[in-house]
């Protein structure tokens, strides 16, 4: 009743269109889904346009960024040297580097070197050697509009082991986001993520997942890469999420340093990889955000 008589007034997005030509439509679709069972995204999880072009923006940055760390990685290299690269180009881009004081957390970015999975200190002493694998995970801040993407970098002579690692890994996120569509589910995507890592023998960490991403750098949902075809959050345009499964050559299992209580290392001591993307639900599809 309340939603009938509103039809003419603005939408609830903040888009300026009248409700009826917006999200009327979109919010009845929902409420079935919803009627049904199935877990749905409240409003605040959903951007519109405006929002998303700010997204982009920051998005743009976020690349620019680890563009220039691709450029610079190689042997020898202190971990430092890639959060003053992190500093040094998301500032002269007009944007804060997102982690630097993220509940506590002391650097501008995580690089996690081999058996440690995530959130790895940048830190001086930590210097790149032939044969390492590293994620590098760059977050920015734009105007209050977040993004997140991390890639994978090989250092010198990497056994085959490990290239094939970092290589399923990456073929992870892409076989979740072709799962990516508006009214699937989240689960659709986090099952093909862990089919192909399982496939080849690898497994996904479970207790550490991704996110919504934009207005905040975390949001709702959180995201798995264990779960299944056809559960978790209904999928819906206008939703942003990460794709940023951890992948490990071991078992699943990992720790977190007891001195820093940040860095998450594999509990076996076998490599880890992690790339991680931002996607857009689209009305068609996604839209890739940052990589
Ligand atoms: N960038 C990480 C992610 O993908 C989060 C890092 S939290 C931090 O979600 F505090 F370590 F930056
Ligand atoms: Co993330």
């Given at each position: 009743m309340l939603e009938k008589m509103g039809r003419n007034l603005p939408c609830w997005c903040g888009s300026g269109k009248k409700y009826k030509n917006c999200h009327a439509a979109f919010d009845s679709r929902v409420r079935e889904f919803r009627e049904q069972g199935y877990e749905v995204p409240s409003r605040k999880l959903i951007k519109n346009g405006e929002q998303i072009q700010k997204i982009r923006e920051s998005s743009r940055i976020n690349m620019a960024v680890l563009d220039a760390v691709t450029r610079e990685i190689g042997e020898g290299m202190p971990c430092s040297r890639i959060n003053e690269i992190v500093n040094d180009v998301t500032y002269s881009m007009g944007g804060i580097p997102a982690p630097l004081h993220y509940e506590g957390y002391p650097y501008s970015v995580c690089t996690s070197v081999n058996e440690e999975v995530c959130h790895g200190f940048p830190d001086?002493?930590?210097?790149?050697?032939?044969?390492?694998?590293?994620?590098?995970?760059v977050s920015t801040i734009l105007d209050g509009f977040y993004?997140?993407?991390?890639?994978m970098f090989l250092i010198g002579e990497v056994s085959e082991?490990?290239?094939k690692l970092v290589r399923v890994c990456r073929e992870c996120v892409d076989r979740g986001l072709e799962?990516?569509?508006?009214?699937?589910?989240?689960?659709?995507?986090?099952?093909?993520?862990?089919?192909?890592?399982?496939k080849n023998g690898m497994s996904v960490v479970s207790t550490i997942g991704g996110h919504g991403c934009g207005l905040e750098f975390h949001e709702d949902p959180y995201?798995?890469?264990v779960s299944r075809r056809g559960t978790g959050m209904l999928m819906v345009p206008g939703m942003i999420f990460t794709i940023e499964p951890m992948v490990n050559l071991g078992g699943p299992e990992v720790t977190v340093d007891a001195e820093n209580g940040w860095e998450?290392?594999?509990r076996d001591g076998l490599p880890s990889a992690q790339w991680e993307i931002m996607v857009l639900v689209t009305e068609e599809g996604h839209e890739v955000l940052t990589w």
């Open positions: 001086r002493d930590t210097v790149l050697r032939s044969g390492d694998i590293v994620n590098v995970d993004s997140d993407s991390s890639r082991e490990k290239q799962q990516v569509r508006p009214w699937g589910f989240l689960g659709d995507m986090g099952q093909a993520v862990h089919d192909h890592a399982l995201v798995s890469y998450v290392r594999t």
